[in-house]
């Protein structure tokens, strides 16, 4: 009986891997024919293959005869430049490593039309695969059709019928830093959503609400910003002139930046007056003025998972990964009043 067997479960790559003594990658090289494996390690590949009677499913399927070895990345041109690189560095490590080289096609805004042409683009080029890292607002029958015949996954919770997801609970990423605010005393949190059009904005924003109404507090109307500094400094202007404001979940640690200037401007200190958290822990909210708490999102991570799920390298899994909150000097106590 084998492992997977035990398990319950049918085998994986992972397990021929191991019970050929080879590395998954390479499992997934050797059943692609590709030419970087040798007779004798293809030879162990198959027998461990026929011996586990694994069977390809889904992407792993699709990509066993795939020709090209180039993945295809969707990403939007605006929506938080760290992000970007992150997850983009994150897929081409993962992918040279896997033998694979990446092809990048942006678009300027989400519209279907762009994401279509952005598909059809990668499709005409071939790709083995495909990552999209945008939201899927509207899905067109064309792009059913293309994320159904090239595998693909997303990064982001949205999804074609044909896709994957790969996602982070971004409705547990607002509850963890509401819940923090609260547990601080705030007896109020105020929010800086992101646009709406994005999944993530909308289930941070469903977080933050769920979070106030189990404590019994009627949440504020949000305000949207669109992941900018400067669209968090413009609704900071606005909630630095509330006076009973003393804490504020803002949806991105970039809108965060804009947010903490403003209430400076206005003359009300962080955390002194008003306690801040903000989602992402980009590299820059350690440095911020105070360091920001934040709840964390590993977008390089995402990005190397994202290729390890769509070449079946290992059990990736389609559940969201679980946020988790670091604390720093942006959050306190409210002040005595």
Known sequence: MTEATMRGKQPSMADVARAAGVSAQTVSRALRDSPNVNAETRRRVLAAVEQLRYRYNGAPRL??????????LVLLQSGG????????????AA????????????????????????????????VDGIIIAVPLISVTKRMEDITRDIPTVTVDGSRTTGARVLGIDQHEAGRLATQHLLDLGHRQVWHVA?????????????????????????????????WSPESGH??????????????IFVASDEMAFGVVRALRERGRAVPGDVSIVSVDDIELAAYCHP??????????HSGAAAVALLLGTEDAGESAAQPSLIVRASTAAPPSR
């Open 63 to 72: 990509l066993s005869s795939g020709r090209s070895f180039t993945l295809g």
């Open 81 to 92: 430049y760290y992000s970007r690189s992150a997850v983009t560095a994150g897929v081409e």
């Open 95 to 126: 992918a040279g490593q896997a033998g694979y080289s990446v092809s990048i096609a942006t678009i300027a805004e989400l519209d279907p039309a762009m994401m279509e042409k952005s598909l059809l683009k990668l499709s005409d080029q071939g």
């Open 194 to 226: 992101g646009p709406d059009e994005w999944i993530e904005a909308r289930q941070r924003r469903q977080g933050w609400q769920s979070c106030l109404a189990a404590a019994g507090i009627d949440a504020p109307p949000p305000l949207e910003g669109d």
């Open 234 to 247: 413009r609704q900071g202007q606005i909630l630095a002139m509330i006076p009973e404001v003393t804490a």
């Open 291 to 300: 360091p920001l708490t934040t709840v964390r999102q590993d977008f390089y």
